[in-house]
């Protein structure tokens, strides 16, 4: 039976839905099971939160696969109390979702974060695969407020390309390295098939709902207000504005063919994204 923990979220979210697809044996790991709505459906779920390890143990017994999302906190002891009851329950393979940001900017914090979270999987003795994506198409979904109130978005972005990769696509490679053999001690560093710009970003999804939008290139100190303003905790806030200033510098957007690899096809695009989306932003 494989754990899925983030079964509420993007990534965990297609993890489910795929394994369930495959006719997989699936427990879902949530701290709220109201949250994952229609995901529910019939699979099993156990209550459990990663940050407090006396709920884990009932949550992953009898699991012998886990996917692990570490989001929302201190993310190398939510990975570590996962990877030690994961090792207690006799789990055999762990596939955590990292960042690229670990080995392509290894001194920023989020690099830092998730290192470390890697190496409390890494010492639990638990075979691992560490699936590495760089940014997300879905961060383009904390857009749909601005876009629905003001037609813009405003980032701190200038106009350097990321290649925003599809949830479903890091899910994939999550499954096929969760069910089939090959895939323990490997780093997979994943990426999107397209480098676009925020402002490419923000007209294509202007096209998809047929309204032109605006891109406004903002200060930091005025993305910081805002992000201060939605109320993100400061150290979260002082780590996106350092990838923020990253991803200006160009730096970390070299494509990587191991999804390719994986899968044996290209990446979803940005507007195969959209396709799936586009009410978010209506
Ligand atoms: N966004 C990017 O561009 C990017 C790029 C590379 C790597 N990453 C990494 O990807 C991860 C985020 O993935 P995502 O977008 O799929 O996340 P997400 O949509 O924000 O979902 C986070 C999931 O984690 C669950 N969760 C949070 N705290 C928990 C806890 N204490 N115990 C159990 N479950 C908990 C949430 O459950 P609830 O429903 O209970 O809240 C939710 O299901 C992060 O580690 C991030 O650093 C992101």
């Known amino acids: 039976m494989i754990l899925v923990t983030g079964a509420t979220g993007n990534v965990g979210g297609a993890v489910l839905e795929q394994l369930v697809d495959a006719g997989q044996p699936v427990r879902a790991l949530v701290r ?20 407090k390890p006396e709920t884990l143990d009932a949550a992953f017994a009898g699991a012998d696969r886990a996917f692990l999302v570490c989001a929302g906190g201190d993310l190398p002891n939510l990975a570590g109390n996962a990877a030690d009851a994961a090792k207690r329950a006799g789990v055999k393979h762990i596939v955590l979702l990292s960042s690229s940001s670990v080995a392509r900017a290894p001194d920023v914090q989020i690099a830092r974060w998730h290192r470390e979270a890697e190496a409390r999987v890494k010492a639990s003795g638990v075979a691992w695969t560490m699936l590495r994506p760089g940014g997300f198409a879905s961060n ?21 390309r990321t290649r925003p990769i599809d949830e479903r696509d890091i899910a994939a490679v999550a499954v096929k390295a969760l069910t089939s053999p090959g895939h323990e001690g490997k780093e997979y560093e994943l990426t999107g098939p397209e480098a676009l710009s925020a402002a490419e970003q923000v007209a294509k999804i202007g096209a998809a709902i047929g309204r032109p939008l605006r891109y406004v290139d903002v200060s930091e100190d005025a993305a910081r207000e805002a992000m201060v ?3 993100l905790p ?3 806030i002082r780590a996106l504005l350092e990838a923020f200033a990253l991803i200006r510098s160009g730096k970390g957007e070299e494509p990587s063919s191991t999804l390719e690899q994986v899968l044996g096809r290209r990446g979803r695009t940005f507007d195969e994204w959209l396709e799936r989306h586009v009410k978010a932003f209506q």
């Open 32 to 51: 709220d099971p109201a949250r994952l709505g229609a995901r529910g459906g019939d699979i099993a779920v156990a209550k459990g939160d990663l940050s």
């Open 140 to 160: 383009t979904l904390r857009w749909a407020a601005s876009i629905k109130a003001q037609g813009a978005v405003f980032q701190p972005l200038g106009d350097a």
């Open 234 to 236: 400061e150290g979260f």
């Open 229 to 231: 303003k939605a109320k």
